[in-house]
Structure formats: structure tokens, C-alpha cells
């Protein structure tokens, strides 16, 4: 079975400073990953997704994030966040192949300081 | 246009009554999928339907149960509400599992 870690619960962090959220996650075969955000009294939306091919994906709102395979790791960053991405944000893992389910990670709430 | 609409929003019920959440996607997705959200945050998937054949079970109790009339339309009953059924439960729909998916607004269920 597949699991995601995220370490950290909450990120505070100045408008227009750089941000990084952790993702780690575990699983024993190839993995699609996912992040999504969750804004206030709202459903999730995909802000970006890995599959396969390269590394680096680039998603909405300026978030980007990298696979890395040897660290089970797929971090998002931003170069300078604003008020509006004050969020809560999830990582997600799902087995490739067949009728997988998504595992979601606990979040983390980024609060943006201005 | 709303793709993934939810019924009812809020949802304030006593202990031990039944209640049913609609969902309904206009997306033209095959999969659809019941999540439920704790206090903390916590996403667990509860269940996934694909062309109305229901292929995700977790580990759900069975006072809770799916129906799927057409692949537009997942519905969740609920028998005997407990305290802990307290929780935000979201729809989802999506294309294929590789797919993004795309979120209702959610059900804000309270069992008093």
C-alpha cells in the first residue's frame, strides 16, 4: 500500500517570500503524484500532477514541483506566494495501472503573512 | 455551469436518523468517488464507482452505503447516524485514475 507524509502542518510565511511544501511518499511500485489545494469552505482543485517523463512540473498559479525518485519525494514551491494562496494544500499518491485509489496526505495549511 | 454539484450543502441531523448527500457530475466522467474530511483536515476515500460498478471500497461501515443510478449520479445513504459521521463529505469525479479530479463543493454533515 502507498502512504504520503507531510511534515509539515502549517507554513507561515511572508507575501512574496518563497515557499516550499514537503511531500514524501512510500510506495513499492511506480506512482502517479498529485497536489491539490483546498481554499476555505471549498472542494479540492488540482493545482499540478506527475505521471512520468520529466521531473519538473509546472502547474497553476505560479506552483511548480519536482519528482525526485531517490528521495520519494515531490515538493511544491513557489517563488513569491500571495495573500490569495493562503490555503490548505494536499499531497496525493495513486499506484500506475488499473483501478487505484488516491492516498491523500494530511495537508498543510500555508498561511500568508502580509 | 457547476461539474460537480453536491445536495445538500449543510446538513444538521439528530443521532441514530438516516439521511441521504446527492452528487452529480455533468463532466462526462466515468469515475466517481465519496471522500470524507474529519475536523483536522484528514481526506480518506470511502468509495469509488466506475460505470456505475462500484470498484473502490474502504474500509467504510456498512450503515453506509452508495447507489449509483447512471455514471452522472453517485448518492450516499447513511443509516443510524453516529456522533462520528460528524465530518465534510466530498464527490469526486474523474475521467480515469491517472485523471485529475475534479471536487464538489462538499456536504457540511453535523450529528447532534
Known amino acids: 500500500a502507498q502512504s504520503v507524509t507531510q511534515l509539515d502542518s502549517q507554513v507561515p510565511v511572508f507575501e512574496e517570500a518563497p515557499v516550499e511544501l514537503r511531500c514524501n511518499y512510500s510506495?513499492?511500485?511506480?506512482?502517479?503524484l498529485f497536489w491539490y489545494v483546498q481554499y476555505p469552505n471549498q472542494g479540492l482543485q488540482l493545482l499540478l500532477k506527475?505521471?512520468?517523463?520529466?521531473?519538473l512540473v509546472k502547474g497553476i498559479n505560479g506552483f511548480e514541483a519536482e519528482f525526485n525518485k531517490s528521495q520519494t519525494s515531490f515538493h511544491l514551491r513557489k517563488p513569491s506566494v500571495h495573500i490569495s494562496d493562503t490555503a490548505e494544500y494536499f499531497c496525493?499518491?495513486?499506484?500506475?495501472?488499473?483501478?487505484?485509489?488516491?492516498?491523500f496526505g494530511t495537508g498543510t495549511k500555508l498561511q500568508v503573512i502580509p | 455551469d457547476t461539474a460537480v454539484s453536491q445536495t445538500p450543502k449543510y446538513l444538521v441531523t439528530q443521532m441514530g436518523n438516516d439521511k441521504s448527500i446527492k452528487c452529480e457530475q455533468n463532466?462526462?466522467?466515468?469515475?466517481m468517488y465519496w471522500y470524507k474530511q474529519d475536523s483536522k483536515k484528514f481526506l480518506k476515500i470511502m468509495f469509488s464507482?466506475?460505470?456505475?460498478?462500484?470498484?473502490i471500497n474502504e474500509t467504510v461501515p456498512n450503515r453506509f452505503s452508495p447507489k449509483s443510478p447512471d455514471k452522472a449520479h453517485l448518492n450516499l445513504h447513511i443509516n443510524s447516524l453516529e456522533l462520528g459521521d460528524s465530518a465534510v463529505y466530498f464527490c469526486?469525479?474523474?475521467?480515469?485514475?491517472?485523471?485529475?479530479?475534479?471536487f464538489g463543493p462538499g456536504t457540511r454533515l453535523l450529528v447532534l
Open positions: 463532466l462526462g466522467h466515468d469515475t
Open positions: 464507482y466506475n460505470n456505475k460498478e462500484l470498484i
Open positions: 510506495s513499492s511500485v511506480s506512482v502517479y
Open positions: 469526486a469525479s474523474n475521467r480515469g485514475q491517472q485523471e485529475t479530479q475534479y
Open positions: 506527475y505521471l512520468s517523463g520529466s521531473t
Open positions: 496525493a499518491v495513486s499506484r500506475s495501472g488499473g483501478y487505484q485509489k488516491v492516498t
